[in-house]
């Protein structure tokens, strides 16, 4: 859950390496730091904004280094949990980006052997554990090779070496690491985001692979030490349009481009639709998997795949996964639903599905993640590089899609003709910003917010509740409306604003009569709707549009609010706190 980049190359590494962390900042942002080979290893590292780092150029100056961000695990936000780590000697710096199962127990034998450690950190060991190896053999290779065969658990780490000064090398395992080549200079990172302004050729490092990088040179190795050809991928340059515009924020940007993020999702191969929608029907099995914000997505296929294609699917959170696998085997299918493409519990979710024997599906937006690449068949979202940390315009698209399968299941042409113009009504709810602006400034100082809502409509209670949480750090819950009456209602008083998802469908007059019985006891409704009601202490205003379409329309005004909250109670909203963007941890 953090990022890390390499540079090597003919130019100055520290501004390189610096705005590359900046654009990995959305995988973790608590502390930074980079690594120069100059005479010595050249360190710097430092808790906070790496927008605030004050470098003096002479301190760091160097063609060759590598950097992080960081996402704290093991060990608390501190100077010395910063990475890059290094070795005792002071030889060899790292950075590393996943979780060291075993760390403890190779600690205590480097401990033993008198290495000394300097962080609580999981990374450090793999700092020494080159170390030992390298000082064994005095070959990089073999140092690296031993040094992933003692590891356990999910890493990308780069690694530079005093004795090598024209070298970085890298190795991954269920965490990812693409390698960048540029003209006289290759970069090693997470993600494609951080180096694209320089290249868009890429080599994609695969699961357990070695990369040895010189200037002008690349190898790969797999973790026996076999060499193993690898093909350059061109990238898209869209990739690189990654600037605010004249929003005051990423997230701002993100849920305003709906508007036509919405369509892109809509541009898809119909071979591959076909194959897709084909999978899914003659499915005997077919369970839906995802994480957070995706997994209410799924949560929504699984209403609108019964509703409109007449198939019946389970959504199990990726993360609960593994407790349901006795049931996945050669006639099951598995939608995998991820932004990111790199989430842990999505990726091990697959991982047992596959040695099942299971058919991977799976809706992604990053090109070339790990999902993409381990699924059968992955659609792609198309809504373009996701920077806020919580999900907007990358819901929306999952959700467009997930839309489009089901029509297309259905072979209901008017419906997928219906999705083309969702758009217009992207517009309507952007409208409503003032009125939603207001709305905020009434509710930012309530302790505790509900959603409600039925039928398909309950995810994006869910959604909007999660938003709320992670964008303003309001306490917020999201219910389907009919369970108030089992318990939470005894929570409502006078203080208590809830938020009723409620356009006019079969599920309208019980949805109103649970706004009632909050109402009652005192609650604050706020009524999202086609269709105004006095029950409602404020109102915003929703088209008139298809009933099974409303989920894609209601979340955005959602968003709007929990973005508004957090910008008035001085939230950092494009990264708020305790989060990072591709949760790589179990
Ligand atoms: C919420 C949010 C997270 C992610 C979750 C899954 O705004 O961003 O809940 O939705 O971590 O991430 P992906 O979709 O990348 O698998």
């Not at 930074?32 to 004050?54: C, H, M, N, P, R």
């Not at 990374?123 to 080159?130: C, K, Q, W, Y």
């Not at 381990?374 to 929306?396: M, Q, R, W």
């Not at 398909?456 to 108030?484: F, N, R, T, V």
Request: charged letters at 25%; one cysteine or more.
């Amino acid at each position: 859950m953090c990022g890390i980049i390499g540079y090597i190359g003919d130019k100055d590494a520290t501004p390189i390496l610096l705005n590359g962390i900046k654009k990995l900042e959305y995988r973790g942002y608590d502390s930074w730091g980079l690594a120069i080979i100059q005479d010595e290893i050249g360190l710097v590292k430092s808790t906070g904004k790496i927008s605030e780092a004050k470098l003096d150029p002479l301190e760091l100056e160097g063609r060759i280094g590598i950097a992080h961000t960081r996402w704290a695990t093991h060990g608390g936000v501190t100077n010395e949990n910063a990475h890059p780590h290094i070795s005792c000697r002071k030889e060899i710096a790292i950075v590393h980006n996943g979780i060291i199962e075993n760390y403890q127990e190779i600690k205590e034998s480097l401990l033993d052997e008198g290495h000394c450690f300097t962080s609580q950190t999981d990374s450090e060991v793999i700092a020494h554990l080159l170390e030992r190896y390298y000082h064994k053999s005095k070959d990089i290779k073999e140092a690296l090779l031993a040094t992933v065969k003692k590891i356990k658990g999910n890493f990308a780490f780069l690694a530079i070496f005093q004795d090598e000064p024209n070298m970085i090398v890298g190795a991954r395992k269920d965490s990812p690491l693409v390698l960048g080549l540029g003209k006289d200079e290759i970069f090693l990172a997470s993600d494609v985001l951080s180096f694209i302004e320089h290249t868009d050729k890429v080599v994609f490092l695969d699961n357990l692979e070695i990369a040895m990088v010189k200037k002008g040179s690349l190898r790969i190795f797999d973790f026996k030490g076999k060499e193993v050809q690898k093909g350059i991928t061109q990238v898209a340059w869209e990739a690189s349009d990654v600037s605010k515009k004249e929003f005051a924020h990423y997230t701002l940007k993100e849920i305003y481009e709906q508007y036509s993020s919405i369509k892109s999702s809509l541009y898809q191969d119909p071979v591959k639709l076909r194959e897709f929608c084909k999978s899914i029907k003659e499915a005997k099995k077919l369970f839906i998997t995802a994480s957070g914000t995706s997994f209410h997505a799924g949560l929504v296929a699984r209403y609108i795949f019964s509703k409109i294609s007449k198939v019946y699917c389970e959504a199990i959170l990726a993360s609960e996964f593994s407790q349901i696998i006795e049931w996945v085997d050669k006639d099951a299918v598995i939608m995998a639903i991820s932004q990111s493409g790199e989430t842990a519990d999505v990726l091990n979710a697959i991982k047992g599905a596959k040695e099942k024997g299971a058919k991977i599906l799976s809706i992604v937006n990053v090109m070339n993640s790990t999902l993409d690449r381990e699924s059968d068949l992955a659609f792609y979202l198309n809504c373009g590089p996701e920077i806020g940390v919580a999900a907007t315009k990358s819901f929306t698209a999952q959700l467009t899609l997930i839309y489009l399968l089901a029509f297309a299941m259905a072979n209901d042409f008017i419906g997928v003709n219906k999705l083309r113009k969702l758009n217009d009504y992207v517009e309507f709810i952007l409208k409503e910003e003032d009125k939603i602006i207001e709305i905020a400034d009434k509710y930012k100082v309530s302790n505790d917010f509900y959603f409600i809502g039925r039928s398909i409509h309950y995810p994006i209670a869910l959604e909007g509740a999660l938003k709320l949480k992670e964008l303003s750090y309001i306490h917020a819950e999201g219910m389907a409306a009919g369970e108030l009456k089992h318990g939470t209602l005894a929570l409502i008083d006078s203080k208590t604003p809830v938020v009723v998802l409620n356009p006019e469908d079969n599920t309208y007059y019980e949805t109103l009569s649970n706004a009632l019985e909050m109402k009652a006891r005192g609650a604050k409704i706020i009524g999202v709707s086609n269709l105004i009601n006095e029950v409602y202490d404020d109102f915003i205003l929703l088209p008139k549009i298809e009933d099974s379409l409303y989920p894609i329309i209601e979340v955005m005004p959602l968003q709007i609010l929990a973005y508004h909250i957090a910008i008035d109670r001085g939230a950092d909203v494009d990264r708020p706190r305790n989060l990072a963007k591709s949760v790589t941890v179990k």
